[in-house]
């Protein structure tokens, strides 16, 4: 079946711009994650969204990021004023549940602040 | 706090074995996952631990000692196509059990 989709693959912005990244995860799955993955770092865990309970937002680095999940299923990431130690790969993971299950990764989004 | 430490760079022959190892260090344990990411690739899932002892996969087999909060994954028969990047990832009790927390990676490179 389809894996977790993500767009765009790549984005070139402006310093000071705001961006919108967008993922699908896999039909069913209830938990989604959203990562970044930094040159030479592991990846970083951002927000966590499980079904209909407020979500996670722990791991965002400032109130300029922020993230939505609509209808339970497409999840949105935005940054705002981007700066560029935004720069980085976001990856999106979905799971069936939350509770000891895999994470399923989509391609991700390649980020480049200017 | 949080640490998951791996060695950054392995170089291993075609044909041979290889094992990646991975401590952490975390408030509370709840599983240790194995990923494999090739140059601008997803994370791909390859071994889940919660209990002590050894898992295997075909090629890949992964151990985990929570008492040590060590594990290794241990690939067989490698081949050029194994050349990758490993994540070891740790699910912690801190974030409710469930975001995971990972290492920087280890860039395997496989070589005739």
């Known amino acids: 079946g389809a894996g977790v989709s993500q767009s765009p693959s790549n984005k070139v912005t402006e310093k000071g711009k705001d961006v919108e990244l967008r993922c699908d995860p896999i039909s069913g799955h209830t938990a989604l994650y959203w990562y970044r993955q930094s040159l030479g770092q592991g990846l970083e865990f951002l927000i966590y969204?499980?079904?209909?309970?407020?979500?996670?937002k722990s791991g965002l680095p400032s109130d300029r990021f922020s993230a939505e999940r609509t209808g339970g299923s497409v999840s949105t990431l935005t940054i705002q004023r981007t700066q560029q130690e935004d720069s980085a790969v976001y990856l999106c993971?979905?799971?069936?549940?939350?509770?000891?299950?895999?994470?399923?990764f989509g391609p991700g989004t390649r980020l480049l602040v200017l | 706090g949080q640490n998951i430490d791996q060695p950054t760079e392995m170089t291993a022959t075609e044909g041979a074995i290889v094992q990646i190892n991975c401590t952490y260090q975390t408030s509370g344990f709840n599983g240790l996952f194995w990923y494999q990411q090739h140059a601008g690739e997803a994370p791909t899932f390859l071994s889940y631990?919660?209990?002590?002892g050894l898992e295997e996969k075909g090629r890949f087999s992964s151990f985990l000692s929570r008492s040590k909060g060590y594990s290794y994954l241990l690939l067989k028969e490698l081949q050029m196509k194994d050349s990758a990047s490993y994540l070891c990832?740790?699910?912690?009790?801190?974030?409710?059990?469930?975001?995971?927390?990972f290492g920087k990676g280890t860039r395997l490179s496989v070589i005739a």
């Open positions: 993971a979905s799971s069936p549940s939350s509770f000891q299950e895999t994470q399923y």
């Open positions: 990832a740790v699910r912690s009790r801190d974030k409710g059990g469930t975001p995971l927390v």
């Open positions: 631990n919660v209990l002590d």
């Open positions: 969204f499980q079904g209909n309970s407020a979500p996670d």
